[in-house]
Structure formats: structure tokens, C-alpha cells
């Protein structure tokens, strides 16, 4: 987790990263696992696999464990395995790094992510760099994820904020009714120019927290 540092503003601003900074493409990740073993485009997740994703994703076992797991699973050895975890992270979106990366000059910007140990490193390490987030948030180190409330109260009790001064953004609605009833401002991420505009309304004071998108 990246060390706390105050900025002059009392605003928090809160990132989901996957659907907001990086493009994902399920379809990619599929197709790469086709390269072999047992997948085929039809087949449905298995319970088991649908489990080891969990406890990967909450950080309840480590990575070699959960390779071995869903090699297991797709009857593939682990290099394309590997290879279509990154193939699910499918680009960055440049608009929206652009725009917090100069944000963050005004305010803390930290980042609220389900995810797990293989897909953030290659988001911090070849895609998005170390520096965009004061400090992260991240399912795998903490146990637990959105929408449950308690990611979310964990984060506001370790920035030491009230939940009006906290604007959240995210491109799934349930994660976001969660920050919503909490008493977060929230926005539905799914354009950047219209989320860039109503974060800045808000900032501005010209948008009550029922009026976000």
C-alpha cells in the first residue's frame, strides 16, 4: 500500500482502475487460453475455478498455489496461463490517466480494486506506472472486496474522512450503490469525458451528490 500523504484539499477522490484505466477484454483472455488443453469456447466455469478466482482475488492463497490450480483446471502448462491473464488487460485508456494524473495535483487520489496479485503487477509495472495513486486499495491485500461494505469503510477510516468528502468512481453500478449508501459521492463510470465533467462540476460545488451520473 502506498504510503498516506496529505494534500491541502480535504477532498478524496476514489478510483476504481479495471473498466476506468484499463481496458478489459474477456474475450482475449478466452481465446488465449484456447491455445490449448481442455477450454473450449462453450464451456461455462466451473465451480472450482470460480473458487480459486475468489480466494486468489481476496489474497487467501498465493500466486504459485493459484497457477498451479487453473493449470489444473484447463489442462494447460502455466506459460499460457500467464499469458492470458495479461491478455484480459487489454490497453490503457488514456483519457482518464491523463486526467487523474493532473488531478492528483490538486487532490489525493487513491484507487478502490477488486484484483488480484498477477494482473496488478502488470498494471503497475507495464502499464500504469507507480506514480497515479497516493495510495492503493487493492482486494488482495486486504481481504476483502466491493461491494461489500466493509472495503469501503476500511478505506475511509485509513484516510481519516468523512463520507462527504469522499467522490468515488467506478464503471459497475453495484459497487457504486454501495458507495452511495454509504454516503459517498459516486459516479457510474462508462464515458470519460462525461465522468471528467461531472467530477469537475462537482469539485466546483455545482452537483448535489443525488445529482451524479
Known amino acids: ?74 489442462g494447460l502448462p502455466v506459460e499460457p496461463v500467464l499469458a492470458a491473464e495479461t491478455a484480459l488487460l487489454a490497453g490503457v485508456l488514456d483519457e482518464m490517466v491523463a486526467y487523474v494524473r493532473e488531478l492528483r495535483s490538486r487532490y489525493r487520489v487513491v484507487c478502490l480494486s477488486n484484483t ?31 461491494p461489500s461494505d466493509d472495503i469501503y469503510l476500511a478505506l475511509q477510516r485509513r484516510e481519516d474522512v468523512r463520507p462527504e468528502q469522499i467522490l468515488f468512481v467506478d464503471d459497475t453500478l453495484e459497487n457504486v450503490n454501495t458507495a452511495r449508501r454509504l454516503g459517498w459521492h459516486a459516479i457510474h463510470h462508462d464515458d470519460a469525458r462525461r465522468t471528467i465533467a461531472t467530477i469537475e462540476h462537482w469539485l466546483a460545488g455545482d452537483v448535489p451528490r443525488r445529482g451524479l451520473s
Request: with cysteine; hydrophobic share 45%.
Open 1 to 74: 500500500m502506498v504510503q498516506r500523504q496529505r494534500k491541502c484539499s480535504d477532498r478524496l477522490m476514489v478510483f476504481d482502475v479495471g473498466g476506468v484505466f484499463i481496458a478489459l477484454d474477456a474475450e482475449k483472455r478466452r481465446v488465449a487460453l484456447e491455445a490449448g488443453g481442455r477450454w473450449r469456447a462453450d464451456a461455462a466455469p466451473c465451480q472450482d475455478l470460480l473458487e480459486i478466482n475468489r480466494k486468489f482475488r481476496l489474497g487467501q492463497i498465493a500466486e504459485d498455489p493459484y497457477l498451479n490450480a487453473v493449470c489444473a483446471i484447463y
Open 116 to 146: 488480484q496479485a498477477l494482473h496488478w503487477r502488470h498494471v503497475i509495472d507495464e502499464m500504469l506506472g507507480q506514480d497515479l495513486f497516493d495510495a492503493t486499495y487493492l482486494s488482495h491485500e486486504m481481504g476483502m472486496e466491493k
